[in-house]
């Protein structure tokens, strides 16, 4: 409880800075959802910190929530007609290889700097994400030449064929800033600067607590007069936390609930929650570099001692469906005829004998953000059903910069046995799995399981070979990568999630899209 009260008062005084910035004060009437006739605020308590870098080019983890509000992209994919809308980019064109296309670059829009939007600027930001190799900029590795037409019109040309439209519309690396920004290093931006064309502006920032938003006022797609003015996205890290800012009305959205607080939160009228299927995943990483992990055998124990029907059934009570592989549905490669491991203690004792570790005194660490309480209730039952193997399971609860800091250690060793996280798309394609999580890597970045094998890594680049072009070849080749990281354990592939979001019951216009993970794009939401 004194998390929690901690968790709004922090909250509280944060509301209370955003008024004196925008020269505000009082109450927020219930009625219009404004400060004073003047500002009308949201605020998003967010279960982790909002980001880890605010350097468009360089961000690949919570900050797509921050940064999809202040930049934006050439496209939007739209996961209810599973197509590619414009944003930026009013239209496009590809040749039939797939090889050359033309986004043309929608006119008058300004960046927050007051310089305006043309294909000169396109062509800046996407060739500084390349050029800096970073984050996820390994998306637009199919570009060979990045060329301005004409001043609205921006050409790309590919070595292989690949799915151009999605890729503008990722999730990371794909953001388009001034060129003034441009020219910046990653201080400059992590200092609380920005230059995009998004419909907010950054106003403060707390690292690794905060973001305050406010309207961008020149934004080309114009206000109405029932939207968000200024938003607050803050990490409340406990759930009962968030749960305590929603009944109270502080806070407008929240989500990641424990099924106490969900059951609870459906019963108060005063607030909505909607359940959707997502395509985030629930992964544990085994280190197999490291000794007994580096055992296939050992491995397959471990998978067969998880509690898989027990945590979708129980902790999290029917909001998730046990993994197929890695890739979730709704995406290609996703297949119901790959194997899934269950829980069997008898296949887990004959395969430890089959490793031949010797389990006396053997202790593994597994580590995952804290705050995390399904992540601690299923780590405690997978830790008794390990126990009946003679191994003891230490939980490591950390904030993410030390689990990330602990997991890019060079000696395998020092690196937890076991990581568990949640993985979602780049953008709206099953690649971002493979090339991030399976692809052998000289410098870790997401490969947490460590995974290298040359022939995985010729898969992978068949598959994107044919990505743009074969969906059929290119779903069976995902699959048969599944079937050999499955039948080597490298993961435990524990859920696809559903996310079941909480609203106040004025909050208005949200919908979650799966292709941008907890990302609340503000602009289309409203007070009613």
């Not at 080309?220 to 109270?248: C, F, H, M, P």
């Not at 394609?429 to 870790?444: A, D, K, R, T």
């Amino acid at each position: 409880m004194k998390k929690g009260f901690a968790g709004i008062l922090a909250l509280a005084l944060a509301i209370m800075m955003l008024l004196s910035a925008c020269g505000q004060g009082g109450q927020q009437d219930s009625s219009t959802g404004k400060q004073n006739g003047a500002k009308r605020i949201a605020y998003y308590a967010y279960g982790s910190e909002p980001y880890i870098d605010l350097d468009p080019s360089v961000e690949y983890s919570n900050g797509l929530i921050v940064l999809h509000n202040v930049y934006e992209t050439l496209t939007r994919y739209d996961n209810k007609t599973e197509e590619v809308k414009p944003l930026l980019a009013e239209s496009w064109e590809v040749d039939p290889e797939g090889k050359v296309w033309l986004f043309k670059i929608k006119e008058n829009v300004k960046f927050h700097d007051g310089t305006d939007l043309n294909a000169e600027a396109v062509q800046k930001s996407i060739q500084r994400t390349i050029d800096m190799k970073m984050g996820a900029a390994f998306v637009w590795d199919s570009v060979e030449e990045i060329n301005v037409k004409d001043d609205y019109t921006v050409e790309f040309k590919l070595s292989y064929p690949a799915p151009l439209d999605l890729i503008a519309s990722g999730s990371y690396a794909a953001f388009i800033m001034s060129p003034n920004a441009v020219e910046q290093n990653s201080d400059w931006f992590n200092a609380g600067n920005a230059a995009g064309t998004g419909p907010y502006k950054i106003q403060k920032i707390t690292k690794g607590e905060e973001v305050i938003f406010t309207k961008f006022d020149e934004y080309w797609g114009g206000w109405k007069d029932n939207q968000y003015t200024d938003i607050i996205i803050k990490k409340v890290a406990e759930g009962s936390a968030r749960r305590q800012l929603l009944e109270k009305g502080d806070a407008q959205v929240a989500t990641s609930f424990s099924v106490t607080d969900l059951k609870a939160l459906r019963d108060n009228k005063s607030v909505v929650v909607s359940d959707h299927e997502t395509w985030r995943n629930v992964i544990g990483f085994f280190n197999s570099e490291k000794a007994p992990l580096d055992n296939k055998d050992f491995r397959i124990a471990l998978a067969y001692a998880f509690p898989y029907d027990e945590t979708i059934n129980e902790i999290k009570e029917g909001l998730a469906v046990q993994s197929y592989g890695l890739i979730p549905k709704g995406l290609i490669g996703y297949d119901e005829s790959l194997f899934r491991y269950s829980l069997d203690m008898d296949k887990a004792q004959e395969h430890l004998d089959k490793s031949g570790v010797d389990t006396n005194g053997l202790k593994l660490e597994m580590t995952f953000t804290s705050g995390n309480e399904v992540y601690r209730n299923f780590a405690q039952l997978y830790k008794i059903n390990l126990q009946k193997l003679g191994i003891e399971l230490d939980i490591r609860e950390m904030n993410w910069d030390n689990v990330w800091e602990k997991s890019k250690n060079p000696k395998p060793e020092d690196r937890q046995d076991m990581l568990v996280m949640n993985w979602w798309p780049d953008y709206a394609s099953p690649l971002s799995w493979l090339q991030s999580l399976v692809l052998s890597e000289e410098e870790i970045l997401f490969n947490l399981s460590y995974v290298n094998d040359p022939a995985l890594d010729a898969k992978v680049a068949e598959i994107e070979q044919f990505i743009a072009v074969d969906k059929e070849k290119t779903h069976d080749l995902i699959v048969e990568v599944q079937k050999k990281i499955i039948e080597d354990a490298y993961f435990l592939h524990i859920y696809d999630d559903m996310s079941s979001w909480v609203t106040d019951v004025h909050f208005k216009g949200f919908e979650p899209n799966p292709a941008y993970e907890g990302v609340v794009f503000f602009y289309d939401t409203y007070f009613e």
